[in-house]
T-cell receptor, first 114, second 109 residues
Framework: GAGVSQSPSNKVTEKGKDVELRCDPI?????LYWYRQSLGQGLEFLIY????????KSGLPSDRFSAERTGGSVSTLTIQRTQQEDSAVYLC????????????FGNGTRLTVT | LAKTTQPISMDSYEGQEVNITCSHN???????ITWYQQFPSQGPRFIIQ???TKVTNEVASLFIPADRKSSTLSLPRVSLSDTAVYYC??????????FGQGTTLQVKP
C-alpha cells in the first residue's frame, strides 16, 4: 500500500514568511510524528500525535512552530515568520500506535529559508 | 527516556560482517530496541526490532544481552549499498521517541 506522503518535497521561502508542511500518514495509523533533520545531523523530535491529540509539545523549537492533525489522518506543521535557522529537512512518520510499533517515515520536506 | 550511544562512524569492506553496538543503560522494562537505516535524501527505514536475546530477519540480526543495557546490530556480508546511517532507538511506551546521532557506515570496495 501507499507509504507516508509529504508535500511539498522542497520549499524555498523568504525569511519572515509563513510555511505549511503537510503529512499524509499510512491509512489506519493512529500515531504521527514530526522530526527535523539539519544537514549532516541526527533526527530532532518535534511533536507526536495520538489520534488528533498532541500530548507532548515540548519538542517544538519555539512558539513560531505549531502542528495540528485533523480526522486522525493528515497533519500540518506550520512555521510562522521563518528564520534561516529553520532550514532543514522536516520528516514525518506514522505508526499503528501500539507500544513499540515501528515508525514508517516519509521522505521529508526540504525547507530552505533565504 | 532512554538515551542511546553509538559510534559516530564505522568503515568496512564488501563481503565483511559488520556489527554496530548501541548502549542504552537506562532502558525501561517495557522498552523495545529498534534499528533504522537512512540513505541520503530519504527518511529512515525500519530494519529490525527486539526485546531480548536474538532476533533475525532477512537483512540483519539483533543481539541483546540479558541485562538489555546494550544491543548489537549485525549485518552479514555487507555490500556498497549498505552504506548508510544506522540509528538505534529505544522506547515505545510513550510517543516521545528520541533518536541518537546514529552511526555512519561506509562500505568500501
Amino acid at each position: 500500500g501507499a507509504g507516508v506522503s509529504q508535500s511539498p518535497s522542497n520549499k524555498v521561502t523568504e525569511k519572515g514568511k509563513d510555511v505549511e508542511l503537510r503529512c499524509d500518514p499510512i491509512s489506519g495509523h493512529t500515531a504521527l510524528y514530526w522530526y527535523r533533520q539539519s544537514l549532516g545531523q541526527g533526527l530532532e523530535f518535534l511533536i507526536y500525535f495520538q489520534g488528533n491529540s498532541a500530548p507532548d509539545k515540548s519538542g517544538l523549537p519555539s512558539d513560531r512552530f505549531s502542528a495540528e492533525r485533523t480526522g486522525g489522518s493528515v497533519s500540518t506543521l506550520t512555521i510562522q515568520r521563518t528564520q534561516q535557522e529553520d532550514s532543514a529537512v522536516y520528516l514525518c512518520a506514522s505508526s499503528l500506535g501500539g507500544p513499540n510499533s515501528p515508525l514508517h517515515f516519509g521522505n521529508g520536506t526540504r525547507l530552505t529559508v533565504t | 527516556l532512554a538515551k542511546t550511544t553509538q559510534p559516530i562512524s564505522m568503515d568496512s569492506y564488501e563481503g565483511q560482517e559488520v556489527n554496530i553496538t548501541c548502549s542504552h543503560n537506562n532502558i525501561a522494562t517495557n522498552d523495545y530496541i529498534t534499528w533504522y537505516q537512512q540513505f541520503p535524501s530519504q527518511g529512515p527505514r525500519f530494519i529490525i526490532q527486539g526485546y531480548k536475546t536474538k532476533v533475525t530477519n532477512e537483512v540483519a540480526s539483533l543481539f541483546i544481552p540479558a541485562d538489555r543495557k546494550s544491543s548489537t546490530l549485525s549485518l552479514p556480508r555487507v555490500s556498497l549499498s549498505d552504506t548508510a546511517v544506522y540509528y538505534c532507538l529505544v522506547g515505545g511506551n510513550t510517543g516521545k521517541l528520541i533518536f541518537g546521532q546514529g552511526t555512519t557506515l561506509q562500505v568500501k570496495p
